[in-house]
Each structure stands twice: as C-alpha cells, then as structure tokens.
C-alpha cells in the first residue's frame, strides 16, 4: 500500500487537525464539520494529482484554450455517519462523482474490550473498472474500513482504490495495508501512535459521529 500521510508537510491542514483535536473548540459542531470538510477538500486536491489526465480544447469567448483534465469514474463512498462531512469536502472537488453509502458500527457483546463491525446499509454503484475513493473520518483498528470493502466486492471490481482518512491510529495503517493490495492508496491527514483498550485512537479526538452530529440514540 501507497501511504501519504499529509501531515507531515506543514501546510493549513495541520491547523485544521489542530482545531478538530483541541475540546474547546469542539464544542461548535458546526465548526468541527467544516474542518473535516475543508480536510476532505484538501486531501481530495493531492489525491487528484494521481489520477489519469487527459488533453482537452475548452472554447473561450476569444479563443481556444487547450488544458488537462482528469478521465476517472470515480465512486466516492462514505461511512455513516461519521464520514458524512469528509464525503462533503470530497464531494465539493469531484463534483461528478457517483456515490455510495454504507452504514458500519461496531457492536461489543459480552466484553466491551472486543467488538464486530455490523454492515446494516448499503446503496452503491456499479464499481467495475472505475476509481474507488472510500472515505472513513477514523482509522482506528481498520476493521471498518476492510469490512466494509467486503461488503462492496458484489459491486464490481474497481480499476483503482483511494482510501482516505482523517486520523489514523499506526496499527489501524498496519492492518489496512495488509489487507489492501500494493497499489492501493491511503490518503490520511495525520498518524497517531496508539490505540486504548477500547480500540479508540490516543490522542486522537473523541468519537467524530457524536462531535458532528450529536450522541447517538441509545437502542
């Protein structure tokens, strides 16, 4: 697996990390949304540089303009509910992408240090010999992430796979990378060390569903 770990190159993103991470300012959902937006944005911007381009003659008013533009098919699918801002930001730069939803959680049985990832909802596109871009905020264990590209093989087998991240945990990039193949992509915007015995990212920032759209309704 391709890793790009865009944090490592000093730029607005980390300015960006730093208001998601920081309790204070995570107290305005709305604020925490948008800077997982304007993350997806980013990010979607260096993913791009990796795509197929091809020549092109635009008509201006007074002439021909000959440029580059990108030939991909893209699916851009998200997990919910958490990556919903993220798929936003993406979104806002591959504006002609299909899209897909898929509804992943984890349950814990018996003990609350041990968990399965449920699939419960799926609704996408054909992703035979198209791009794939698979958006989850957190890379914690990766079992989300490899869980759910389970549950979207029925749906073709994509040309090329894109994942993106907002916060990882390094044994979450681990996993992940055995589990995808060499060519395989992963675009995150920063890498934490270590996860608790919850599976939850350190430091990380919380659970980004709850900080983005409130606590989840007890079953």
Partial sequence: MQI???????????????????EIIQKDSMRFRRNIERIGEIIGYELSKSLDFEDKNI????GISNTVTHKNDIVLCSILRAGVPLHNGLLNYFDGAENAFISAYRQHKDNPES???????LACPSLEGKTLILADPMLATGQSMVT???A????????EIHLV????????VNYVSEAFGKDTHL?????DDTLNNKGYIIPGLGDAGDLAFGNKLQQ
């Fill in 4 to 22: 790009h770990n865009l944090s490592k190159t000093p730029s607005i993103l980390n300015t960006f990390i730093a208001e998601i991470r920081d």
């Fill in 59 to 62: 008509e201006t008013p007074l």
């Fill in 115 to 121: 968990f399965e990832i449920i699939v419960e909802y």
């Fill in 148 to 150: 759910t590209f389970e």
């Fill in 152 to 159: 979207l093989k029925p749906f073709g087998t994509p040309k």
């Fill in 165 to 172: 991240g907002v916060i990882g945990a390094q044994s979450g």
């Fill in 187 to 191: 675009w995150i915007a920063a890498i």
